[in-house]
């Protein structure tokens, strides 16, 4: 059976592994599962209209229903689909990858990404051309859904204290990397009464801005205007704006690790306690600010998805990654940068500037590295090195994460790209290094061969 989906929807670049033909079968792969109402939307790369078209071409071919909601981060589609009844939904856009990718996501009916076990589902119809063909009378139809942008705004700023936001008189400066949060951020920012200063918020396909991924090196300018604004808080998204990474009032570049920190801290101390679920790539410096607080931690795979379900299943009070996704089951169980931010606006209102708070954070520092590898090299490479550290104490949750003396390194292969990810904690710099230079010796050792 052919795999599909990654650990974030299927991608590739467009018009070689992602192309109309392909897009259009997996469709009507999509329209025989789903089999009722579908919403699809897109973020702002240029080949989105293309691949909505050929998606939503396929789903009606198998006799279901499009409604297409246009331009939207990928929480607002997962908002809509929570609470309007859809069977589910279809979202294209390959998140922070470079804008020659594209790809297609699916979300399940309660608005959650859609679950490996469905993803199969899926993938055998498309693997078997099990597509349903009904009569030319019975196909689906494409309508246009306006307004999802301002209820998904809307229940955000619901959801938070939003006067105490306004009475801070809050300045921000917001880089959307010209993505999908062009479209929503905005208007939550003005509708918090919060003062905006905008980078890179129209929606451009190519991210002429800057690349859409929210690293150190792209985030120099929201730095620099951060410092030369004097604003409480610089707010970064990807393309899909699922994540959100922050600045500062010092203009200091913010770590996901950090910012999920200070935020499960706050909602931690507002339960009296509760369970956190995060990934086994994340920093430990979660951990200990959580039992400081009465609350525990508990690990899992990387991948929102797996986050996610985990928290359902447990009653969990919140959730993240390390990448800047975040996840408040009271609003929805999926990332949300939208939310992220409005959830972080209210704890600097409430209890001070950013840079204060991070004080409470353990000092950790992470170094993250990535080396090209064939998708058919993954699996045997990942079996190497877990024989190559057998004698070391190792956590095979996702990959292999190796504990060292002073730190640990995680090795894994990506879900949705050719590369080898190694992530590596220590209490410094220097100490990260050296954990992920060893580990990146191996790798790159058992690639070569």
Known sequence: MTRLFGTNGVRGIVNQDMSVEFALEVGRAIGTFMGGRVAIATDSRTSGDMLRS??????????????????????????????????????????HNPPEF??????????????????????????????????????????????????????????????????????????????????????????????????????????????????????????????????????????????????????????????LTVVASHIVQEHGGGTVVTPVSTSSCLEEVVRRHNGQVIYTK???????????????????EENGGLIFPEHQYCRDAAMAIAKMLEIIALKGPLSELLKEVPCRSLDKRKLPCPDDKKGWVL?????????????LTDGVKVY????????????????????????????AKRCGDECEKVVRELLEE
């Open 54 to 95: 050929a998606v939503s071409a396929g789903i009606v071919y198998a006799g279901s229903d499009v409604l297409d909601l246009g331009m939207l981060p990928t929480p607002a589609l997962q908002y809509y689909v929570k609470n309007s009844g859809a069977k589910g939904g279809v979202m294209i856009t390959a998140s």
């Open 102 to 259: 594209n790809g297609i996501k699916c979300v399940d009916h309660d608005g959650t990404e859609m679950p490996r076990r469905k993803e199969e589902v899926i993938e055998r119809i498309y693997s078997e051309r099990d597509f349903a063909l009904p009569a030319w009378n019975a196909v689906g139809r494409i309508a246009r859904m306006d307004g999802v942008a301002s209820s998904y705004t809307n229940a955000i700023r619901r959801a938070v204290d939003r006067f105490k936001v306004q009475e801070a008189g809050l300045t921000v400066v917001l880089d959307c990397a010209n993505g999908a949060g062009s479209i929503t951020s905005p208007g939550l920012l003005e509708a918090l009464g919060v003062r905006a200063i905008t980078l890179n918020c129209n929606p451009q396909g190519t991210f002429p801005g800057h690349p859409s991924e929210p690293t150190p090196e792209n985030l120099r300018d929201l730095v620099a205007a951060v410092k030369a604004t004097g604003a409480a808080l610089g707010i970064a998204h990807d393309g899909d704006a699922d994540r959100a990474i922050f600045v500062d009032d010092k203009g200091t570049y913010v770590p996901g690790d950090q910012s």
């Open 302 to 320: 990387v991948g929102a998805p797996t986050v996610a379900r985990r928290m359902m299943e447990i009653g969990a009070v919140f959730g993240g």
């Open 383 to 395: 079996e190497q090195v877990e024989a190559y550290f057998a004698d070391r104490r190792t956590d």
């Open 404 to 431: 060292f003396e002073e730190g640990w390194s995680l090795m894994r292969p990506s879900g949705t790209e050719p590369i080898f990810r190694i992530y590596s904690e220590g209490k410094d710099e220097a100490t």
